[in-house]
T-cell receptor, first 111, second 115 residues
Framework: EAQVTQNPRYLITVTGKKLTVTCSQN?????MSWYRQDPGLGLRQIYY???????DKGDVPEGYKVSRKEKRNFPLILESPSPNQTSLYFC??????????FGQGTRLTVV | AQSVTQLDSQVPVFEEAPVELRCNYS??????LFWYVQYPNQGLQLLLK??????LVKSINGFEAEFNKSQTSFHLRKPSVHISDTAEYFC?????????????FGSGTRLSIRP
């Protein structure tokens, strides 16, 4: 089954404690991206990757890092989380032309 | 730069009534257009897309959208809604013809269906 898998689904952490949200896709897509969803703001892109070892900033990259060492995986790293990073995060992988497949989301709370 | 505007943050309608969710975009190049749906506690799913060809595109569950280049719009319509259509709907645009392009999302429209 074609899917994008994110883990964990829910995470509560404290300010400053490094965390990683994993994302894996089994569709051999080259393009992957991370979004955060906040009420009234829609989805805002954090980072994206056009291929292995090729990543670039989206609209709201501050406080986040990513890596793309393998085609299937695209983890999101928060080196020092802060409360304003409390949000719902989605990973997506895309076919050419922008048809995106989304993970189920990770709800992160930073206290 | 591309942008997407969804004019209505919430649309309440009665069951079996028609609905239109509005979407306008701006872009200096040709575009691909999408509607995604997000059911409660789930990720986004593609509802329908316009890449080229016929400007009227349809989904399997009765929604349709029409690409209007002159008005830069891609409104989503359904002639008769069902309780199960309750969800948040996102309009999105990407640069047409690009092998891998950024997708810009609107802020979403929450559709609530009243019995």
């Amino acid at each position: 089954e074609a899917q994008v898998t994110q883990n964990p689904r829910y995470l509560i952490t404290v300010t400053g404690k490094k965390l990683t949200v994993t994302c894996s896709q089994n569709m051999n897509h080259e393009y992957m991206s991370w979004y955060r969803q906040d009420p009234g703001l829609g989805l805002r892109q954090i980072y994206y990757s056009m291929n292995v070892e090729v990543t670039d900033k989206g609209d709201v990259p501050e406080g986040y890092k990513v890596s793309r060492k393998e085609k299937r995986n695209f983890p999101l790293i928060l080196e020092s989380p802060s409360p304003n990073q409390t949000s719902l995060y989605f990973c997506a992988s895309s076919l050419q032309g922008g048809v995106a497949f989304f993970g189920q989301g990770t709800r992160l709370t930073v206290v | 730069a591309q942008s997407v505007t969804q004019l209505d943050s919430q649309v309440p309608v009665f069951e079996e009534a028609p609905v239109e969710l509005r979407c306008n975009y701006s872009s200096s190049v040709s575009v691909y257009l999408f509607w995604y749906v997000q059911y409660p506690n789930q990720g986004l799913q593609l509802l329908l897309k316009y890449l080229s060809g016929s400007t009227l595109v349809k989904s399997i569950n009765g929604f349709e959208a029409e690409f209007n280049k002159s008005q830069t719009s891609f409104h989503l319509r359904k002639p008769s809604v069902h309780i199960s259509d309750t969800a948040e709907y996102f309009c999105a645009v990407s640069e047409g013809g690009s092998s891998a392009s950024k997708i810009i999302f609107g802020s979403g429209t929450r559709l609530s269906i009243r019995p």
